[in-house]
């Protein structure tokens, strides 16, 4: 059965790091384009990181510079470095794996691309 999972959500203050990860079962990571997404309350879901299956990285101009994403292939795992943490990144948090359109068109997300795996969210909450 094929699971992703994401892990390492919680509460930050403004200025504050998190570092979440995402696991996966049943698939290979490193065979795919996977992505980091968020959706904060009332808000559509926007991309904001992707790394290919050859390792580029994209990121969302609102993400730039502060957040990374990385892939572990050893343990299968992907992250995404949270830092300089805005109230505004307050938002449930998702994984994605495969995500066919390619990256330029993750992180311009309007809910036409197609993604295969979806984790269950995790939440960030970044408080002032």
């Known amino acids: 059965q094929v699971q992703v999972m994401e892990s390492g959500g919680g509460s930050v203050q403004v200025g504050g790091s998190l570092r979440l990860s995402c696991t996966g079962t049943?698939?290979?990571?490193?065979?795919?384009?996977m992505g980091w997404f968020r959706q904060a309350p009332g808000k559509e879901r926007e991309g904001l990181a992707c790394?290919?299956?050859?390792?580029?990285?994209y990121y969302a101009e609102s993400v730039k510079g502060r957040f990374t994403i990385s892939r572990d292939s050893a343990k299968n795992m992907l992250h995404l470095q949270m830092n300089s943490l805005k109230p505004e990144d307050t938002a449930v948090y998702y994984c994605a794996a495969e995500i066919l359109e390619g990256c330029s068109a993750a992180i311009r997300y309007t809910g036409d691309q197609t993604v295969n795996y979806w984790g269950q969210g995790t939440q960030v909450t970044v408080s002032s």
């Open positions: 790394i290919t299956d050859s390792g580029y990285t």
């Open positions: 049943g698939l290979t990571f490193d065979d795919m384009t």
